[in-house]
């Protein structure tokens, strides 16, 4: 009897942790530009400036294209000394 409640006992733990385990789960990723040396300004804040000529950019990424909910980033920078 009492090997038949702790049979009972464990596998209604093991559903509520299966359940709460399933729950869906959403989370933000990090911006991912490539071309590291077109994109100074987005990575390094400090390079604004550096340079004694005027500097504009603009990027575009669209990643996993045809997913749903496919991540999309875009940025554009300017600088002058």
Sequence with gaps: MVNQFLTKQWAAMLLLILGIGSSPVRAQQD???SQYMFNMMALN???AGS???LSMSA???NQWT???GA???GRSSWTCP
């Design 51 to 53: 340079r004694d000529v």
């Design 71 to 73: 991540p999309r980033r």
């Design 59 to 61: 990027l575009y990424r």
């Design 45 to 47: 804040p400090a390079y």
């Design 66 to 68: 045809g997913l749903p």
């Design 31 to 33: 911006k991912m530009f």
